[in-house]
């Protein structure tokens, strides 16, 4: 096999693997942000959920020791 053959050929490889890889990382980032953005709602949910929690043990304790 001749130099120039060695090359095409490894060319032939590589190109579509860098193609393929640089997809792939795009697709991960991609992900990891929506991640993220789910995690940041998720968070503001159950903090809004111990807020009202605790809005509900205060009227609860106000209601009880006003007697």
């Given at each position: 096999?001749?130099?120039?053959?060695?090359?095409?050929?490894?060319?032939?490889?590589?190109?579509?693997?860098?193609?393929?890889?640089?997809?792939?990382?795009s697709?991960?980032?991609?992900?990891?942000?929506?991640?993220?953005?789910?995690?940041?709602?998720?968070?503001?949910?159950?903090?809004?959920?111990?807020?009202?929690?605790?809005?509900?043990?205060n009227?609860?304790?106000?209601e009880?020791?006003?007697?």
């Amino acid at each position: 096999m001749t130099d120039v053959q060695m090359m095409t050929l490894a060319l032939a490889v590589i190109i579509p693997l860098s193609i393929l890889l640089l997809c792939s990382n795009s697709r991960i980032t991609e992900a990891k942000e929506t991640l993220r953005a789910e995690m940041i709602a998720l968070r503001m949910e159950i903090k809004a959920g111990f807020e009202r929690l605790e809005a509900k043990l205060n009227i609860h304790g106000m209601e009880h020791h006003r007697r």
